[in-house]
């Protein structure tokens, strides 16, 4: 078998340096909570692909579904050719979205197209220009996604010219907001939006329930439906960016359940699909409905071996109880890393989507140097952990929501040993 090293000489020749990878591994099988490499090197994993194998690598629900797709066809484009598990998909997003209006779906290829789709569709159905945005935001690597998203090292640095009409506002940030609670935070954002946009110039308002790629930030309670109603209000649709947070992977269907939000769009991906590279877009009847026909798709959206496989997974999460499978991992999170050690100045996020914010002990700068090295000490010890935040100084933890009590409790043995070093 091909070594690691042997890949990655290949890889140099081949690749494009400005792909990047967190290991230098390269995997032979993975499935439950390891990942096993072609050297034969097992690795705990708390990263789930960046919270896309929720119900585990090669689960065996979507591993039969997308068989049994295969052998009968792999595409027709459901543009040209429609098929019942686009449908299925569809009405499953209706189903586990929150909300108790009536609503529909259509189905991407990733969470960069939700994103555009969800803007394209508030856009045309308000007729109106402006997108407004939060500190510390992720929402893509497209042109129009990379303008919505707020940090420019490594995703927007010398792409730009960026697309226009979008508007950044202040975040909830608990720990960096000096006191503030979630009616306060909510008041300044607004204070931002209606001074420097107007909320009749307002399309939309975007916002992560739980910042992903911005640190796992979690708002005070209270901000999100302030700005939810502050939507509403003014006529503007209020979209959640799900992608990283949906599909059980908070100890909810969607994060949004957590504050009893009932977003008029709700974008998802990642974890949806079990591995392999679907999307979509749910949210109010009316606002689906108001582009015109052709407005929206795309040649591969809702690829029928991709819906089969969206369509296992919910019904494994369904089957395993995978929400309270996610609080359950969380809490042994959280318990395992409080009072780890003062440089460590907050636990934070929701079922298994936690983080750990490091700081200089004493105070709130943060430590990207420190967050680094205890990243690359879990690595070199054989766990995968991701880091993340504007400032890097957190670690993220996304580990599959199927993981074993017994790789988790070694993968937090690990983690624990490396932030002591």
């Known amino acids: 078998m091909t070594s690691s090293e042997e890949l990655h000489k290949r890889r140099l020749a081949a690749v494009a340096q400005g792909v990047g990878s967190v290991v230098p591994a390269y995997v032979d099988h993975a499935g439950g909570g390891t990942i096993t490499d072609v050297d034969g090197r097992e690795w705990i994993d708390f990263a789930s692909g960046i919270a896309v194998t929720n ?31 686009y449908v299925a998909v569809c009405e499953e997003l209706i189903t586990l979205t929150p909300g108790t209006f009536e609503k529909r779906a259509a189905l991407f290829n990733s969470g960069a197209e ?55 506002a202040p975040m909830s940030y608990p720990l960096r907001d000096g006191g503030l609670d979630g009616a306060e935070a909510a008041r300044r954002a607004i204070d931002v939006i209606e001074k420097q946009v107007g909320g009749s110039n307002v399309a939309a308002v975007l916002i992560e329930p739980i910042q992903g790629e911005g640190g796992f930030v979690v708002p005070a309670p209270g901000f999100l439906p302030a700005i939810a109603a502050w939507a509403k209000a003014n006529g503007a649709v209020f979209i959640a960016d799900e992608i990283q947070t949906g ?42 409905d108001a582009v015109h026909a052709g407005g929206l798709g ?27 499978a996610a609080q359950r991992i969380g809490a042994t999170l959280k318990a395992a890393l409080a009072d780890t050690d003062p440089g460590v100045a907050e636990v934070r996020g929701r079922g298994a989507m936690i983080a750990v914010e490091l700081v200089i002990p004493g105070t709130i700068e943060p430590d990207p140097t420190r967050t680094a090295a205890v990243s690359k000490a879990c690595h070199d010890a054989g766990l995968l952990t991701l880091t993340c935040g504007t400032y890097g100084n957190v670690l993220r933890f996304l580990p599959p929501l199927v ?13 624990r040993r490396a932030l002591l070093t």
């Open 114 to 168: 939700a994103v555009e789709n969800a803007v394209k569709i508030a856009r045309h159905a308000t007729g109106r220009p402006a997108v407004v945005v939060f500190d510390h935001a992720y929402h893509g690597r497209t042109n129009l996604t990379m303008a919505l998203t707020a940090k420019n090292m490594p995703y927007k640095h010398r792409f730009g010219p960026f697309a226009p009409e979008v508007y950044r």
């Open 298 to 324: 795309g040649t591969y959206g809702g690829n029928p071996v991709a819906c089969a496989a969206a369509l296992a997974a919910i019904e494994t999460m369904r089957e395993l109880d995978l929400n309270a």
């Open 403 to 415: 993981i074993p009590d017994e790789d988790l409790n070694r993968g937090i043995d690990i983690l």
């Open 55 to 85: 119900v585990g690598n090669a689960a065996p629900r979507v591993v039969e579904a997308v068989r049994a797709q295969v052998e009968r066809f792999t595409h027709t484009c459901f543009m040209v050719a429609p098929y019942e598990s």
């Open 247 to 288: 599909f059980a992977r908070t100890g909810q269907w969607f994060a949004s359940e957590h504050e009893r939000l009932e977003p008029d769009l709700i974008t998802t991906a990642k974890g949806m699909g079990g591995g392999l590279p679907i999307a979509g877009v749910a949210g109010r009847a009316d606002l689906m």
